[in-house]
């Protein structure tokens, strides 16, 4: 079964930086784009940053784009997503989740890891 | 960006009635639209896809039908375990994804 595994959440001043991992198994981690999406306490979802099969094109939402960058490691099944210049308003639940697509572009969201807690705060 | 625009923002239903949550679109997004379930310290769980497909698992209770800029999720009979948040979310117009801001289902 489709398992997503997230970790490198935690406290961090503003300004701050993080790198979180996500931990595929039961697909064909190479064959599908990957996302991460995020939650800020006792909001609504908000979609962070796709990254395709392949790792060539990449995708992020205005509000991080410049200061974050996904990434994956298909040998290892792994995506990763490193934060710069962290800001309060990033504090959130952080999931990854598979795309729905084989060898496609961004769609939706099939499977979802449990998520990271992130906390920006002095 | 496409705005979604979920309502209402809490609806009060009791168990085994039918309970209706609607998403509107700010432009239209034609099929690519999807539904989400998230239950309190869960992670969101794929309901519908493609404006009217159920995704692997979900019971047929749960129904998705629109498509343009109006699109609803219907549960037929609600069961103890519906009881949760509702997310729609846009596909159409990548990359950039939208949810709307959700719709709470409580036990009335």
């Known amino acids: 079964q489709v398992q997503l595994v997230e970790s490198g959440g935690g406290v961090v001043q503003p300004g701050g930086s993080l790198r979180l991992s996500c931990a595929a198994s039961?697909?064909?981690?190479?064959?599908?784009?990957m996302h991460w999406v995020r939650q800020a306490p006792g909001k609504g979802l908000e979609w962070v940053a796709f990254?395709?099969?392949?790792?060539?094109?990449?995708y992020y939402a205005d509000s991080v784009k410049g200061r974050f960058t996904i990434s994956r490691d298909n040998s290892k099944n792994t995506l990763y997503l490193q934060m710069n210049s962290l800001r309060a308003e990033d504090t959130a639940v952080y999931y990854c989740a598979k795309d729905a697509l084989w060898f496609g572009e961004l769609s939706f969201f099939d499977y979802w890891g449990q998520g990271t807690l992130v906390t920006v705060s002095s | 960006e496409i705005v979604m625009t979920q309502s209402p923002a809490t609806l009060s239903v009791s168990p085994g009635e039918r309970a209706t949550l609607s998403c509107r679109a700010s432009?239209?997004?034609?099929?690519?639209l999807a539904w989400y379930q998230q239950k309190p310290g869960q992670a969101p769980r794929l309901l519908i896809y493609g404006a009217s497909t159920r995704a692997t698992g979900i019971p047929a209770r749960f129904s998705g039908s629109g498509s343009g800029t109006e699109f609803t999720l219907t549960i037929s009979s609600l069961q103890s375990e519906d009881f949760a948040v509702y997310y729609c979310?846009?596909?159409?117009?990548?990359?950039?994804?939208?949810f709307g801001q959700g719709t709470r289902l409580e036990i009335k």
């Open positions: 039961g697909f064909t981690f190479s064959s599908y784009g």
């Open positions: 979310q846009q596909y159409n117009n990548w990359p950039q994804v939208t």
């Open positions: 432009q239209s997004v034609s099929s690519n």
């Open positions: 990254i395709r099969y392949d790792g060539s094109n990449k």
